[in-house]
């Protein structure tokens, strides 16, 4: 009796095994390339299965290129000529890598001083190349130092720290990240001032901070306001202060020169990425409700695991890739902030990556068709390409983010062909139908998306369209209608009158 | 003098306002079998205004629809009115009865009913920006159905006016009550239920092995 039950026991493990073993294979019909499940947000912010628009395809590590391995390497640059910088801070130096990944081009470890001194660097954190300039601009964090130099590594100019009032002199100058924007100014990125990034013109003077984020509008800060309102000078002084997280890993895009930011800090929700102009002003301060990377933070043993976007990168067709060191995942928007693809996890095959250690992100292609993240645990560059879907979702938001709606239905088409879940796909269509004058079409699409207000508009011009087409008949309609009705009244009332006169003949007739 | 059949007392109380549901009661008119089918005709048309209107209005989308909080909106919100009006006053001299506040109460509604059917068809086709109508319509219906219902518990009870405005304050206060006191009775049973079914499975166990 009891064996009996042990072996159902058993079968009814074993079953239940088997099925567990299915359920991820029917309910994710994903690549089995991938390490990974490949998911997108759909538009109620469910992650739902979708198809990859980027797949890994290797990984490079310092061994692979003929050198050292790279020791906790902290920055991927890539300059207008598709040559790789890549930031090997723990050996203190950087590489110049070809734009097919596959050799060294050059090695910086040591620089001319102008007075024709050597000088090596001190852990590194970040490089940038100017397409003006044509100048290395390096945050030399443990020189206390930036260096700007040509690429026969002789040194125009270095930046220390500040002897300015503005800058407080009590602060250390260790620079984290460096970019210098179209006009040449450069601005690098301290761990130690939430004021924003440290601004210098084009010969070196510090002109003042860029860019801070704003301070988040919690309870807490909005009571600070109402006490520090009323309350005295002597009283203020030993009150808390509000301030901000401090962004700390900017991007510039070229091509339009906004200056786009990234903060890691897990204590807020505010100012994640922000889109800053020449200003100052952030651009993307109207999506204050927007979240940035995975839309939950998960929790876990009692632990709370939010997206940390440690870098960010604008592509070549003004797609933002934000990476989170938390998952190990990138997430690619295209430049309206609507999200593309996410791809990478954290683990050990290639395509994943170890947790908290990715700290750079760099896309390549005008469609971006390559992209590159940074793992500073494994010290490797692992490169995803993009997959044909991705390709063609790329190809159609470029068309649609132009405002070449009608162009792009072909694409958008073609991309629901092969994921039916992509949602801008419907809206595309539904604006590219609405702009062929198909207004029926559009209502459906747009319909599908859940897209009310796109709905809406083109019911409006459906609308008008069918009432012109029906004028004719409805105002027959109305005419006979009305017609109808007044004569049925005039009878009506005819009737009535014939009634009452008839019983008012009798009554008088009695009466008489 | 006012011996109307059932449907034209509805058409009667509707359109008098102040006098209908006077006229009703001193001829006991009335029956719960409308009361039965107007709450019916609410509980589709709250579901018909979230699921049939033009897809310009739509506040909901598909995947989020649940059957229960239509039910509750239309039956249990009016058991509740009638339990509570009930209650108070038959404490303040109130002279309906459970029946009558339930036919009085339902026949009020009538509007408010109406005018969401007829701004359902609306949002068919009007565009956004004319959503103008469309709350014209809806605030027509509420407004008369206020003001029927007003009556109506003024009319079921004999009271003044001051003395309806406190008895309407007084049984939202007892409806309040009463759902609190409904939510608590359901956690606690599904709290028994779940300790009912352990046991249950506990037992079932202890047999098997």
Redo the contacts between chains.
Sequence with gaps: MKKQ?KRRLIRTAAAGLSLLAAIPALALPTSADEPYDVYNYN??GEAVPSQAGYLAERSVSGLDLGTDAFSTPSDLFKDENDLFYLVDSGNNRILVIDSEFTKIEKIYDSFKMPDGSETTLKNPKGVFVSPDTGYLYIADNENSRALVCTKEGEVVMEITKPESTVYDQQLTFLPQKILCDNAGNIYIVLNNTTKGAAMFDANGEFIGYYGANAVAATATVIANHFWNAIASEEEKRYRARSTPTAFDNFDLDTAKGFIYTSTSSGSTDTDIVKKVNPEGYNLFSYMSNFTWGDLFSTWYSGTSYKTKIVDIDIGSDGSINCLDATTGRVFQYDKEADLLFIMGATGDQVGAFTAGNVTAVETKGDGCENVYVLDSGKGTVTIFGQTVFGGIVHHATTLYNGGYYEEALDPWLEVLKRDGNYRRAYLGISSAYYNMGRYKDS?EY??KA?A??R??RA??RY?SEWLREHLTVILIIAAVLIAGIWGLRKFLRKKREKALATATNQKGGAAV | MMDLTQPQWVKHVVFHPFEGFEDLRWKKGGTLKYTVIIIIALFFALIAYDRWCGFQFRPLPDAMFSVVPYIMRSVVYFLAWVLGNWAICTLLDGEGTMKNICIYSSYALIPYIVSTYVNVFLTHILVRDEQVFFSTVYYIGLIWSGLLLFNAIKAVHQYTFTKTVAAIILTLIAMLIILFLAVLFLSLFQKVYVFFYSLYTEILYRVRV
């Design positions: 039950a538009y109620l209502m747009a319909k859940d009310s207000a709905y809406n019911f409006e609308r």
